[in-house]
């Protein structure tokens, strides 16, 4: 059974971000033939440059992929291309705005691990979801840093 969520918004930071976007790239370009030439020209170890590129652009991949927020009475859903996450409010202490959206802890204050064990809700370009989003949030979590 699916409910109506509260509040959805959809976060695509590589369209949204025009500029940061080319500057990554061409970063990543500028990357790719570096490690090219030290792995693959001077060790002769193509394995290594595989697997630095795969570390790199994974670590990098929800910057270029779409991502949806779902706000629910008990539960926030986030929908990537092939990935479903699910947290219950229960799970979170606190809240906090940061750079690009708002922080939702694990700890009952914030921490230096929230960017491990928390979750990160990425607001849209124009963050018309802001100030409903931080309400549902007041409601369902509480402390508000």
Request: with cysteine.
């Amino acid at each position: 059974m699916s409910c109506k969520p509260l509040l959805e918004w959809d976060s695509f930071p590589f369209i949204e971000r025009p500029l940061t976007s080319f500057v990554l790239v061409a970063f990543l370009i500028l990357l790719s033939f570096l490690l090219w030439n030290i792995t693959i020209v001077h060790w002769g170890y193509p394995i290594f440059y595989l697997g630095g590129m795969l570390l790199t652009v994974g670590s990098l991949l929800p910057y270029f992929i779409q991502t949806n927020y779902q706000i629910h009475d008990d539960k926030i859903v986030m929908r990537y291309i092939f990935l479903k996450i699910e947290r219950k409010f229960s799970d979170f202490g606190c809240f906090y705005l940061d750079k690009r959206g708002v922080m939702l802890s694990t700890f009952k204050t914030p921490r230096r691990l929230d960017t491990f064990r928390g979750q990160s809700l990425r607001l849209s370009a124009k963050q018309a979801e802001k100030e409903l989003l931080i309400e549902i949030l007041k409601e369902k979590i509480g402390k508000q840093y």
